[in-house]
């Protein structure tokens, strides 16, 4: 079950990096590179399943608050990229608020 869970974080670590790669390259001329958004949902849902394992199946202490932050900044992020998506030219604001986004996403991950 170990290896299940680090091959998801490994899914996991990937889709932000899509992510934030995808976005911080475009903000000079502002665009969601094709790749984002399964990046963002691939993130999402690695770490819905990472949570799963963690607190199911390994039997891990799960810090539920900082969960649910993540789960807000992730969801977030996933609408921002969706909405952006759609548009022929978001904004740097937008493209830029996902990069910010997704750093907090990292940042809120590595330092709580």
Do not use: Q
């Not at 170990?2 to 001329?29: C, D, K, P, S």
């Not at 094709?34 to 390994?58: D, Q, R």
């Amino acid at each position: 079950m170990e290896l299940l869970y680090n091959i998801v974080l490994v899914f996991h670590f990937l889709g932000w990096a899509v992510v934030l790669g995808g976005t911080v390259v475009n903000i000079r001329n502002p665009r969601i590179a094709p790749g984002v958004l399964h990046g963002a949902i691939t993130a999402l849902v690695a770490g819905i399943v990472l949570v799963g394992l963690a607190s199911g199946p390994l039997d891990r202490d799960v810090d539920h608050v900082k969960i649910a932050v993540k789960l807000v900044v992730s969801l977030a992020v996933t609408l921002m990229v969706m909405l952006a998506a759609r548009k022929d030219s978001p904004s740097r604001g937008e493209v830029g608020g996902i990069a910010a986004l997704t750093v907090v996403n990292i940042a809120v991950a590595a330092i709580w």
